[in-house]
């Protein structure tokens, strides 16, 4: 999420009563989670196994419960509760506007879009050229959906990430405040769900096609090209290079690459970043080639132990 116009550390540590080590005078652009900061981001990190990892990563300023090492370039804001205070800042500066409009007055629709009966656009949506949007979806605010798109049926673009942070039994909410691009010549098929990035994008690639009842958890970047079948389940923060498929049932672990050219086969699951252009099955999966073949030893399992008789 972008902050404009950018405000000062100073600024951010007034907001939510905090102290500041560093620059009280650096500029804050933006506001990201971790996977996804940039140079001038303000992020938070409450835990020490995510200490270093902060400090080395592109952020300007971090959001932290106790004082660490501060890197030179780097501004450190003490707080008691970042994850809240996190929250509060996105509230501060998260624009949003509240429509009661089906399709949003400040909704963008190109030419020669054809946008069925009972669809709802959020605010500040924009839809290119040439697309096709069946009755009753449903896309959320800030979302870009380019040219040549067609969105089936009971598709939902743009809710909510799934991310929540527990505390005494209890799971506390992050606020969402990111978006979704879907680029040119995608097809997105009836009743999916693909969720809005936490404070960034959700990318789905040029000339992806996406079957029915798939699921795309937030901040994961879907390349061109790719090919999912039904009942895919992809968690968030997950990278699909290229022309990847991924067939029926396949379900994907969070935080994962998948390199290009990759192939899935059906009621796979991943739970580990993989290689480019090879062909993968099981669950864990692993290289088709070789799960077949421990397929077919456990099946000589009974004739030896027969012959061990």
């Known amino acids: 999420m972008k902050i404009s116009p950018s405000v000062t550390v100073q600024q951010i540590a007034d907001l939510i009563g905090a102290t500041i080590i560093g620059n009280p005078d650096a500029e804050v652009t933006g506001l990201n989670e971790i996977h996804r ?74 030419e020669n879009t054809i946008v069925k009966a009972n669809v709802t656009i959020g605010d500040n949506t924009t839809i290119g050229e040439n697309c096709i949007i069946y009755p009753n979806v449903v896309i959320g605010e800030n979302c870009v959906v380019k040219n040549n ?104 672990a969070a935080d994962l690459t998948i390199g290009a050219g990759t192939v899935l086969l059906g009621q796979s699951g991943l739970n580990r970043s993989v290689e480019a252009n090879k062909t993968y099955f099981g669950s864990p999966a692993q290289e088709a080639k070789e799960r077949m073949k421990d397929i077919m030893n456990l099946k000589r399992i009974p004739r030896l132990l027969e012959k061990l008789r």
């Not at 680029?183 to 009836?190: K, L, R, S, T, Y």
């Not at 693909?194 to 009842?213: A, E, F, L, W």
């Not at 795309?216 to 999912?228: E, M, R, W």
Request: aromatic share 8%.
């Open 37 to 110: 900061v940039e140079k001038g981001d303000i992020m938070f990190v409450d835990h020490p196994k995510y200490y270093k990892a902060s400090t080395a990563s592109a952020a300007t300023t971090i959001i932290v419960d106790q004082e660490i090492d501060c890197p030179e370039g780097k501004n450190l804001i003490i707080s008691k509760e970042p994850f809240d205070d996190y929250n509060k800042i996105i509230a501060t500066y998260y624009k949003q506007d509240y429509s009661n409009f089906s399709i949003s007055q400040t909704a963008t629709i190109g």
């Open 149 to 252: 798109v067609i969105i089936h049926s009971n598709t939902v673009i743009g809710a909510d990430a799934f991310y929540y942070k527990k505390r005494d039994d209890v799971y506390h909410k992050m606020k969402s405040c990111g978006n979704v691009i879907i680029e040119d010549d995608v097809e997105i098929g009836a009743l999916c769900t693909i969720d809005r990035g936490v404070s960034s994008s959700t990318i789905i690639g040029k000339g992806t096609k996406i079957d029915n009842q798939v699921h795309v958890g937030h901040d994961s970047i879907i390349g061109q090209n790719c090919l999912f079948a039904a009942h895919v389940g992809i968690a968030g923060v997950v990278t699909i290079e290229d022309n990847v498929t991924l067939w029926g049932q396949v379900g994907i």
